[in-house]
């Protein structure tokens, strides 16, 4: 990707980080990005080609700040836990993605267009999640019981959830990862 491109990502993820959806316009996020508005319109046709590349920047992104260190081949469920929990950092990065992917994920209702998308890529993040949970049941730790794919579901429900209020203020970061592994023990077992 071009470096000009990645600067418009970058900007547009800020601006509807800071502004929503509602506050993105062209000519804003062309002076954010210190480009012209042609070149936006050049490398993505229209304001809905912009953000649909914007939420494929922001879910890159985010496989960055999510890397666990555990090894998942090792111990899947503790690789689990700590790529959930990382969804839940206090740094700029993962306050601004979180933001701008609730924003992205809220506008849907509204915007059908992006739909298809975001299913694709909460398809993947659940398909991921429910291998690592058939994974922990395979080596003892998981309950045997569970459905790796209804577990995967609430979890990153749960986690979207849990973000969205602690980013608008209503439940502190140190709560939030606190019912996290809560509910990580009700879906997987102690």
């Known amino acids: 990707m071009s470096a000009r491109r990645t ?14 959806i509602r506050g993105l316009r062209v000519e804003e ?13 050049y490398h993505f046709r229209d304001r809905a080609g912009l953000l649909a590349r914007t939420l494929d920047f922001i879910n890159t992104r985010a496989e960055h700040y999510t890397q666990p260190t555990t090894d998942p081949d090792t111990d899947p469920r503790a690789h689990l836990e700590e790529m959930l929990l990382l969804e839940l950092q206090d740094t700029p990065a993962v306050v601004e993605n979180s933001t701008a992917w609730g ?10 267009e992006l739909r298809d998308q975001l299913r694709t890529t909460t398809d993947s ?39 969205k ?18 509910a990580i023990t009700a879906e997987l077992g102690p």
């Open 29 to 41: 996020l062309a002076e954010e990005a210190g480009v012209s508005t042609s070149l936006i319109y």
């Open 165 to 182: 209020r602690w980013l608008s203020g209503t439940l502190t970061l140190e709560r939030a990862c606190c019912l996290l592994r809560g």
């Open 125 to 163: 993040w659940n398909n991921y999640t429910s291998n690592l949970i058939h994974r922990a049941q395979q080596t003892g730790r998981a309950t045997p019981d569970a459905s790796p794919d209804d577990a995967a579901d609430r979890l990153t429900a749960l986690v979207e959830g849990l973000s």
């Open 7 to 20: 600067a418009i990502l970058e900007a547009a993820a800020r601006v509807i980080a800071q502004r929503g």
């Open 103 to 112: 924003e992205l994920r809220s506008t849907a209702v509204f915007q059908p």
